[in-house]
């Protein structure tokens, strides 16, 4: 989660995501995993009777930023997407493709054997694998585990005109600055 200044040139857009003042709470701003904390009103959300405080928190925080992630492309009805990582995010960002946006050809490609069990538990998909895809073969590809083969390897999987969501931050040694790209 993070905190925006609710008043610069990119939050009046409703871009508050890309703010001049961005501070990723727990980074820039200590304290976050207390039992108490104090923010604005405008990023509190009132939670459903029967959810908790740790259900909340958890679901607001990973399906939130997943939501936000997929409103921010464009995804054609019948994509062929793969999804680079099948930790919290990537198992969110697969939930969502398929309730909210009906994506029928979804594959995942995760190196744990435990989390490629999970996501054919959760996410009922065929096509997963253990460490790259095939080639020159989606038309959207998302980064949602910050390593940076995993980053690379999305690249080579796009074909011709496809897109490449980033959510996974990479550490530096990646040539591309994609914290900068967040």
Do not use: W
Request: charged letters at 25%.
């Amino acid at each position: 989660s993070y905190k925006f200044c609710g008043h610069c040139s990119r939050c009046a857009r409703g871009k508050e995501n890309i703010c001049e003042e961005y501070q990723v709470l727990g980074m820039e701003i200590p304290g976050t995993h207390t039992d108490r904390a104090v923010f604005p009103e405008r990023m509190l959300y009132r939670l459903p009777a029967g959810v908790g405080p740790e259900e909340g928190t958890m679901l607001m925080d990973i399906f939130g930023m997943a939501h936000h992630a997929l409103k921010r492309i464009r995804i054609p009805r019948d994509s062929k997407i793969v999804i680079f990582g099948a930790g919290a995010v990537g198992l969110a960002l697969g939930m969502l493709l398929l309730r909210i946006y009906k994506a029928r050809r979804l594959s995942i490609v995760e190196p744990s054997r435990y989390r490629r069990d999970l996501a054919r538990k959760i996410l009922a998909v065929r096509n997963i694998y253990a460490m790259t895809a095939p080639r020159d073969s989606f038309d959207l590809a998302i980064e949602a585990s910050g390593d940076n083969s995993a980053f690379n390897s999305a690249f080579e999987c796009l074909q011709r005109g496809g897109n490449l969501l980033v959510i996974g931050i990479q550490d530096h040694k990646n040539k591309i600055p994609t914290v900068k790209l967040v």
